[in-house]
């Protein structure tokens, strides 16, 4: 079956009221309409997730609900993990490992920098940053979430809202 990992880093952040807490700063209209325009893009490609986990961070976890309600994953199905707020790539990495193998398709929302670099520790070619609500897929060919390394990685795939911008 192989295990296929989501990375999605959460939506454009609203900075209007700059004493919030980081934690619970909310997307802005921007950040809602990228995040749906990824998640229709993962429902145009007919990929499905058994798992989300997200961040505790508001706009990790507004994002992740957006994706959930196009894709149609349960909210059972919906983890908030405190391990992943602003958690650098190794961590993210080691949590990643201990997923339970009963799920095969996971998807992760999170945050930079830990998210581009943990995609650096997998694929081939850099990306330098890995923008808001921008998705990475990575497939591996292992039976294992503590399996998932670089020499296991069949395919990858990355993609971004302003990609699908009409430029004027």
């Not at 961040?55 to 507004?62: C, D, E, L, Q, V």
């Not at 349960?74 to 949590?95: C, G, H, V």
């Amino acid at each position: 079956m192989g295990k296929k990992l989501f990375i999605v880093r959460h939506g454009k952040s609203d900075w209007s009221v700059p004493d919030l807490p980081d934690i619970d700063r909310p997307l802005k209209s921007r950040g809602i309409r990228d995040a749906y325009k990824m998640a229709e893009l993962l429902k145009q490609k007919k990929e499905q997730a058994d798992l989300i986990i997200s961040s505790p961070a508001a706009r990790a976890i507004h994002t992740a609900i957006i994706f959930s309600r196009i894709l149609q994953i349960p909210e059972k199905n919906i983890l908030i993990e405190y391990e992943l707020y602003m958690a650098d790539s190794e961590s993210i990495k080691t949590y990643c490992r201990g997923i339970s193998d009963e799920y095969n398709k996971v998807m992760i929302f999170g945050h930079n920098p830990g998210f581009t670099a943990l995609v650096n520790k997998y694929i081939p070619s850099e990306i330098s940053n890995l923008p808001t609500s921008s998705l990475v897929i990575l497939d591996f060919n292992c039976n294992s979430w503590k399996d998932i390394d670089p020499a296991v990685l069949q395919n990858h795939f990355f993609d971004y809202p302003k990609r699908h911008r009409i430029l004027k």
